[in-house]
């Protein structure tokens, strides 16, 4: 049977199946046939800056995690973090500050069952493996691979210890791209054929601040710098390919079942050139000509375009656009042989464009999205949505962490695995190679080695996570 037919075979059987009915998830506890959570799931996390501090925000609210302790050097976000869980009526939670690498006697604590781990990139590899190392199950910020041979790191470790590893990326949550994903599921599509999304983001704003202060005020970064600027930025100055690439690639792999029935096999890269960054810095009141800034050299192109290649087929174009004045828009589209959608704006349900032509009768003509997301909305934002109010990013937060400690609780393998992570990491040091060969072709590794074959779709299955 030939690819094309498999993959409609598939469209039909997912049309007809109700959530939950596709797959019977695998044990999350393969490594340890004794764990058990008791009532409480115990967390440590290993990095409380912002965006640390949004996910202590949301475990502190819950009644089924305890907050054990911090590890970060900073003690400015040790006490924002510490005054969230005082606010919440929690204990304190036990610091390690130390300087860097006082996170591996967090990892020793015999009391932690699992860690957040959100750090500047550079730290994802040897915190990740050290926790897996540990018998710490994982939650592990997003980013992009520093070298590829982390990405075969993480599963290497992963395969020897079997602790598992969650990739906590949020857009997969998002409230319209979840109905597309479920239109997806339904067959309303029909066969895919062609994916898009990307992180178009205008970030100058956070990549330079005054030093004080986190967003919008200043023209420094580095050891000058604040919160992501003193790190961040730095990429930005040595590298330049698809630096951030799992918001837009998650949610495509999802509806195109990469790792489970598909994967990723090819890619190529092109860059724009870089002046976006240089002009912030020039035009900052903080800033100007003469600033010593402005004299720095930014490698990284305004505007990287990725092209990737699937298995059974289909293409993905991912856009990092993230140096230039922009609103923002992650850019999806989603192209069937029977529908196509594509999103503006920051996923509202009447922020997008529709057309099905068999049910518009072959108008040719836009529908606005908003009808079809309410009647399709996902049963888990269905379930969830008073629940995941006021939670950051419009409530997608909330699901990545409620998955996070459910699947914990409930010794139910995580949606988004090692695999995933290594796979979605692994687009940036490819993207850097294509862009350094002028575009040349690159091949994607298989993580898997192989299992993409037999491994059954989980994400989003059923109305729980």
Known sequence: MDNSTSRRNFIKTAALASFGALVVPNSLFAYSSDFKTDKKVRVGFIGVGLRGQEHVKLLAKRSDVEIVAFADPDKRMLAASQKILKENNKAAAQEFSNGEYDYRNLLKLKTIDAVVIATPWEWHLPQGVEAMRAKKIVGMEVSGAIKLQDCWEFVKVYEETKVPIFMMENVCYRRDVMAILNMVRKGMFGELVHGRGGYQHDLRGVLFNDGVTPYNSGAEFGEKGFSEAKWRTEHYVKRNGELYPTHGLGPIAMMMDINRGNRLTRLSSFSSKSVGLHKYITEHAKGGENHPNAKVKFNQGDVVTTQIACENGETILLTHDTSLQRPYDLGFRVQGTEGLWQD??????????????????????????????????????????????????????????????????????????????????????????????????????????????????????????
Request: hydrophobic letters at 35%.
């Open 344 to 465: 503006f704006g920051w996923g509202d349900f009447n922020q997008g464009h529709i057309y099905f032509e068999k049910t518009m009768n072959h108008t040719h003509r836009w529908d606005n999205t908003e009808k079809w997301m309410k009647e399709y909305d996902h049963p888990m934002w269905k379930k969830f949505e008073s629940t995941a109010a006021g939670a950051g990013h419009g409530g997608m937060d909330f699901f990545v962490m409620n998955t996070f400690i459910e699947c914990i609780k409930r010794n139910i393998e995580f949606p988004m695995d090692v695999y995933d992570l290594a796979l979605w990491y692994s687009i940036t040091p490819l993207s850097e190679e294509s862009i350094a060969k002028g575009g040349q072709a690159v091949d994607i590794p298989d993580f898997t080695n192989g299992k993409w074959k037999t491994r059954k779709p989980v994400f989003g299955m059923t109305d729980e996570f």
